[in-house]
């Protein structure tokens, strides 16, 4: 039998570094030799010996169990939990790495410092969240289950803990009020917090809560009845895995074992059924999943994933485990090692095998170990470069890379050996159902990327995912999966496509519904596919929010959108009179659903993108027609109302002009009517500046923050009277006199594109009358011209245009265009009107501008419309593929991607010709 083990690491020099650490009183033999190769060999540990010199010198002076109780100390004391908890775990990860280096501590050993310290942080973690909300009681009701390595206590050098909480409503404290869920999950929360954050000490260990049931739509703790619930009658094959090596590890440690005792049935079965065979088999799938069958030792090797490595091991223990744990209790052992002598021990696999898989783990988690201190990352790869290779292999005790990957070869074959035979006796009745056959058929039908098309198809029909888990769900998955998988890979990168539609199943509440309707309606399989393949922004909205795609199974979703003022009424009418909150979220979900819609009719080529620009901006108007006063009328509650005095919002830039696409955002400035020195009527009386500075600041957060329904808009306040370093809102008159008397020459041509979206129509003339007041100021045009140059010469040195495709910013784009228009605007006070375009048009009317300028604002601005959508904001080495050139040239109507290319020469130079008539010099930049 081959033997995978590791020799002792060479001599190695200490630094005058650590010894000055040391106090100049060196560790002999291997702690020494550790100690010197940690400081050579890892950052990371060279760090920690440097900050944790006390921990370091007691390790040196006292020995491994002197270090280990004194970090254990680090517990207690009067420092802040979390602080106390960083420092501790920093002094065990110290410590473990040296003691594993120095071969004082085998790889259990190691794992299990590093999992007690896991167990016992987590535990004060949980104790200082409960005790912050309920100072006096003890931290009942409130369970952390352990999965993965540290339910096993087999945690890695640089782990995230899988774990799952679970709180009891009747007993977990709570202040009196607190609803007992939500006082849960603010616990929760704060558990979540203190492990995580980070300071000068570090962290103490990343935290992943994503086994729990539908993790994506849970709340991250779970009332243990319905966790019961779900766990005896609704969990998946895997999730029966997952709990193999599951304990309870802190917080109400006898709560978490009552739960595990209640599932005990559901995780191991008594009797070996075709229904247990068929768990085995999907599991069997699923670990197919996780590694790439030609990947071979060797840079990038990933010990974990890859074949016959670290994740093959635990899964021969556990599928084994599965089989016969039910009637044989002493096969349910968490840890990997633990298992393989057991189900050895029981007759069920042979000693030699138990042994040479054993080996084999051994040798690939102290290698990992070794990996991942060395900067503390969560890595499992081998080094891509050839001097990281060769320091890892001395790492290992080794003389050169090439040692270590001989030892890694054999391993790995020796595992992946025995993991086939596994593997082709649990699928030798699903052959029609393998990636390799289904590779086979996809190449044979010459589809693009049959591998990873095969891979995908597995996956969906594991069972894996919420939508897919029924009968009826697979039946109809089935119907539509050959021209679904056609219509994948026709697009332009098949895999990215693939993968998006692969996020978009995950998060599908439901699939029966969905994957019949498509089944009926076969043109939405080539829709959908295109979404997917040509454009990330709508894709990632799918993905996010697979009910989007609802919207095209209305009968209007491609007629084109009402006009704003209809759609700011049919807003209001879906917000309805609910309570503020719940409008938030409706306001976003309507929104989302008419910003896709939009995005859809343009890669379906079924609307101007000059019109889509339109409709973006009446989304928006919408959007403030609704919340402004839901926003007020709360804010009122508390604070009252301001006499005679109105909050007003005015828009710019492109907002203002009524030209959005789909990833603007929103330019705006907050006014308010009437006499400063007011003051509000309510309960809490305001002075009229704060009020409305403070209800401005409520508007924004309405407009910007993300609910549980997403997020809505960016809002930009820049453009106010002095700038960040104003008040975000002022009087209409302050805001007048400002532009009379203090505003820079580029206020004023922002102002050109300025307009009321809310305020009532007294004080939106006002407004309107003090921004044509400020645009019609005498002005000398030499000092306006140099102004207008300089600004945009400014604008090139920060954000350099990318080349010909950047049709915002590159040289003869619309931001050209656009300092052109608003100096002519300026200079002849004329054709002053937020639209870009009709400005435009006016100056050509009068003789100021040629009129191939319309055509080159109309060409680049639908350009911009789609490129928000379908690409990359790229220069002129972008390439596009064949489909994204193709609906490209199609919305700017042109014959072909070629001709569009030479449409967008011509109109650069047009505008560039223009700047140089107009502002007497050739504009800079590219």
Known sequence: MPDFSLPPLTDA????????????????????????????????????????????????????DAAVAAAYAQLTGDAAPAARMRRAKADIALVAAL????????????????????????????????AERAPDADPAGFAVLALGKLGSHELNYSSDVDLIFLHDRASLPRRERDDPDEAAVRVARRVVELMQMRDGDGYVFRVDLRLRPSSEATPITLPFEAAESYYQS????????????????????ALGGQFLDAIRPFVWRRSLDYSAIRDIEEISLRIRDHFDEGQKVGPGFDLKRGRGGIREVEFFAQIHQMIFGGREPALRAPATLDALAALAAAGRIEAADAAQLGDAYRLFRTVEHRIQMRADEQTHAVPTAAPARTALARACGLDGWRALERLLVAATRAVATRYDGLIARTEADRLPRDAEALARTFKAQKLPDPAGLADMVVRWRSGGYRALRSPDAQHALEAVMPPLIEALGEQPDPRTAANRLDAFLEQLPAGVQFLG????????????????????VLADALARTPDLFDVLLDPEAFAPLPDGDSLAEELRLFVGTVHLEDRLDRVRRWTAERRFQIGAQLIEGLTDPLDAATAYAGLADAAFAVLAPAVSEAFAEAHGHVGDSELLVLAFGRFGGRALTARSDLDIVFLFSGDHEAQSDGAKPLPATLYFNRLAQRLTAALSVPTAAGALYEVDTRLRPSGAQGLLAVTIDTFAAYQQQEAWTWEHMALTRARVVVGAPEARAATMAAIDAALHMDRDAAALRADVVKMRDEMEAHKPGAGLWDVKLGAGGLVDLEFVIHYLQLRDRTAFTPDLREACRQLIEAGELAPALLDAHDLQTRLLVMLRLVGPQAGSAVKFSADVGKRLAQSTGHADFAALESALKLAKAEVLGAWEAALGSKRRGK
């Open 13 to 64: 020099r200490l630094p005058d570094d650590v010894l000055r650490l040391l106090d100049g009183v060196p560790p002999a033999g291997a702690l020494g030799n550790a100690i010197g190769h940690g400081w050579h060999y890892s950052p990371f540990l060279r760090g920690m010996m440097r900050t944790r010199d006390a921990t370091l010198r007691t390790l040196a002076g006292d020995g491994v």
């Open 99 to 130: 003691a594993d280096l120095a071969g004082l501590w085998s790889l259990e050993q190691v794992t299990a410092a590093l999992s007690d310290i896991a167990d016992r942080t987590l535990d004060l973690a949980v104790t200082t969240a409960v």
């Open 234 to 253: 609704e969990a998946l094959p895997w999730e029966r895995a997952a709990f193999i090596r599951a304990r309870a590890c802190a917080g109400d440690v």
């Open 517 to 536: 309707f498509l089944d009926a309606n076969p043109k939405l399989i080539g829709l959908l596919a295109r979404l997917l393949g040509v454009t990330p």
